[in-house]
């Protein structure tokens, strides 16, 4: 056997690269063997979900001067802040799939057309999975709006092989990227893993980000665990209270399979606690079914464990497609 080549980063070890793949130091181990995965495929049971969900379509303002976040769906949002127009994990494809005719398929139309969209600065891609970096969408967005594309290690190499001309910049944990208009991206770390193929599996690194620009401050959490917590009180003690917490809610079933890299909604509410975050909006939900819970329960234990936190309702809903949300405003 020859010795494992990483084919999109090369660097010396360091506290989360080995010299081949990036690791969560101190959290629990994300891989999965092939006896766990057919354990959770044969033996557990994925909830049904409707074939389609009706959902509001929205057309955008060109330009925002404080902070507002539009949701298209999944992990996909329009944040708009100080001037400053940005897409997270941009998905308008039909599938979350490598394959155009099979893997999950969307049950609701994105919230916003990709036609409406305002001009594009900048796209923050968290990860490699197929739910969050998917190629058809990072491709038409680079010929209509040829975004700048802010990304950690590694997935630099995927794209320009996929998207010749693209405009990506990576970035390690805690690196901060300039993005123009007075906006600056900080890279920040995430609970998670990444792979592309079968043979790839955490060479190129995963994270979350914080926006801060001068109409507000919003983070985004890519896909995570919640773990020890410690990387997101980091967050809060290196950059400061988000305006706006874009957190995961959904995915999360069965827990002995998916707790090591996606939280369920008791611990986003946790995680907006951490960062002391304005104002949550729950995303990663209702549009891809990934996992086995019910599509409308992510929803339902998000308000359980606000009530049970003391924490109020409208600091933290379950965001919908097309709908906008502001951190001192109810939706619009
Ligand atoms: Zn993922
Ligand atoms: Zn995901």
């Known amino acids: 056997m020859g010795k494992t080549v990483n084919p999109y980063h090369s660097a ?21 063997g092939l006896r766990d995965l057919l354990r ?29 976040a539009t949701i298209v769906g999944h992990a996909s949002v329009l944040v708009q802040a100080g001037g400053l127009n940005v897409l997270t994990d941009p998905v308008w494809s039909e599938r979350a799939s490598p394959l155009s005719f099979a893997g999950p398929r969307r049950v609701s139309a994105p ?4 036609e409406a969209l305002p001009p594009i600065d ?35 190499a995927i ?19 300039d993005i123009g208009k007075g906006g600056e991206v900080t890279v920040v770390p995430a609970y998670h893993w990444s792979a592309r193929t079968g043979r790839d ?28 917590g410690r990387i997101f009180r980091e967050v809060r003690q290196r950059i400061g209270r988000p305006d706006l917490a874009l957190l995961p809610i959904g995915a999360y079933e ?3 399979f998916m707790s090591p890299q996606h939280v369920d909604p008791n611990e986003a509410v946790q995680i907006l606690e951490d960062l002391e975050a304005i104002r949550g909006v729950g ?3 209702g549009v891809f079914r990934l996992t086995n819970e019910p599509r409308d329960q992510p929803p339902e234990l998000l308000l359980e464990a606000l009530a049970r936190r003391g924490v109020a309702e409208e600091l933290f809903p379950a965001g919908e497609p097309g709908l906008s949300y502001e951190p001192g405003r109810e939706s619009s």
Do not use: C
């Open 111 to 114: 919230g916003i057309a990709f």
């Open 122 to 156: 900048a796209v923050l891609l968290s990860h490699n999975h197929y739910d969050h970096m998917d190629m058809a969408t990072l491709r038409r967005l680079h010929g209509a709006h040829g975004p700048l594309i802010v990304t950690p290690l590694g997935n630099d």
């Open 40 to 68: 959770w495929r044969l033996r557990e049971k994925a909830a049904p979900w409707p074939r389609w969900v009706a959902s509001r379509q929205t057309v955008p303002d060109a330009l925002v001067a404080g902070l507002r």
């Open 12 to 32: 010396l070890p360091g506290d989360h690269f080995d010299g081949v793949r990036f690791f969560n130091p101190g959290h629990a181990e994300t891989d999965r």
């Open 201 to 228: 599996r955490r060479m190129a690194l995963w994270s979350g980000f914080v926006l801060s620009t001068t109409g507000g401050s919003a983070y985004f959490a890519g896909d995570t665990g919640y773990g020890d």
């Open 254 to 256: 069965p827990r002995w």
């Open 159 to 177: 794209l320009r092989r996929a998207i010749p001309g693209v405009r990506v910049v990576t970035g390690d944990w805690w690196e901060r990227i």
């Open 283 to 285: 995303i990663h939900w």
